[in-house]
């Protein structure tokens, strides 16, 4: 029995990403960097941790590692566009975070860009929940999110906002969820920010594009019109000359931003899952995350989903008023190949014409010459038969030309079914 060569990878796939478990009381801190062209691979950053950790390093091409370490969890996961650290602290004092269990310095070395970076704290469910005055203090402000999630095992809080430590800060406060459930509870609230993040790229890109967008609509719109008023044929040539110029502005705008629109939507559609899994309870006073999510995330998306309508709309348009304006171009073309049909055809009955006035013409010609070198046979063979040469002369007129014109009339018959056949 022979395995598939992809039956163990696609088998792994399955159960290469589990939440790491947690035990509160816990502190999680979670990363995600983008990566561009010619940033080095994460995974040489996550071997050099394991070889001063004294760990197990990752193998080649990994698309995930995760190790135990003193105090805590480190994982590393490598997304298509973009790689994650989650690392997880036992306990520890208030005021530290998760990061202090790694090496000095390893973080500030990591490759690529951080576009997510959170700091969850995890309370166990013997101490006593924070109140709103207590919240307030925490974050800051009162403009906060909260649920109870897992079937009111566990209450999240959190603001959605950046720290000036350069992190969002979430709360976690257990009811009795098992280890594996905490940590799958926290995976996914982490999950929702990265992807939301992820999701956002699109917007700058909407934005920039749409004043570009309403240019070439105007363009569109004013050639439209004046297809209306426009009749002569270099009128249409120029038309189409601008539609084909407009039609490429979009073409390249949409390959611009294609892969950005549809990647904003997958990630989208993975929030709003990840938001439906979590079960959300109402809690205290606060929105729900996902109330806060659907009417702040929500409307971007939305923008970023009519801009990629509008671009398909615009091709869509250029597209038909081409088409519209070539149909014209070719009923002209079509109109003027007939008046060149017709043109020939006069020319054809004219030639024709002339070709009779001219056969007449040379029939006569040859008459002519075959008279008179007729006549002359004639002549001198009457001088010496002593007969009258000059009626006989006059008798093979009317038999010359008739058999000229006779001979030239087959001819012309004979080229003309040659031609046919």
Known sequence: MRDHELRSVLNDELH???????????????????L????????EHVRLLCDALGVKPPPPGAPHHAFDIAGGQFKYERHGEFYRISVVAEGGPEKSEALVILPVGWVDGLPGSRLVGIHTRVMTKEEPGPDVAEL??????????????????ATVWTDFRIGE???????????????????????RIHEIETYRMMALLALPLARKVTGDLGAIDRALSKVTADMLSARESHEDAELLTSLSRIARD????????????SAARAYAALVDKRIAELGEERVMSFQRIGVFLDRRFSPAMATCQ?????????????????????????????????????SMEKRGHQQLRLQQTVEGLSVVAISYYLIGILSKLIEGFGSYAHVETKLISIVIIPVVMFLVWYGVRRLRKHILSSERD
Do not use: C, W
């Open 306 to 342: 009519a801009v990629s309508e509008r671009i398909k709309s615009l091709a869509e348009r250029s597209e038909r008023a081409s088409n519209l304006l070539r149909t014209r171009v070719d009923i002209a073309l079509e109109a003027q190949n007939q008046q060149v049909l017709q």
């Open 136 to 153: 307030i203090r925490m974050f800051g402000h009162e403009d906060l999110a909260g649920s109870r999630v897992s079937s009111g095992q």
């Open 165 to 187: 430590d350069g992190y969002t800060r979430m709360l976690v406060k257990d009811h009795g969820l098992s280890p594996l459930r905490l940590g799958r509870v926290i995976r």
């Open 250 to 261: 979009v073409e390249e705008i949409s390959s611009r931003t294609s892969y950005r629109f």
């Open 36 to 43: 561009s062209e010619g940033d080095p691979d994460p995974l």
């Open 16 to 34: 290469g990403r589990p939440g790491l478990p947690v035990v509160a009381p816990a502190r999680i801190t979670h990363l995600a960097f983008t």
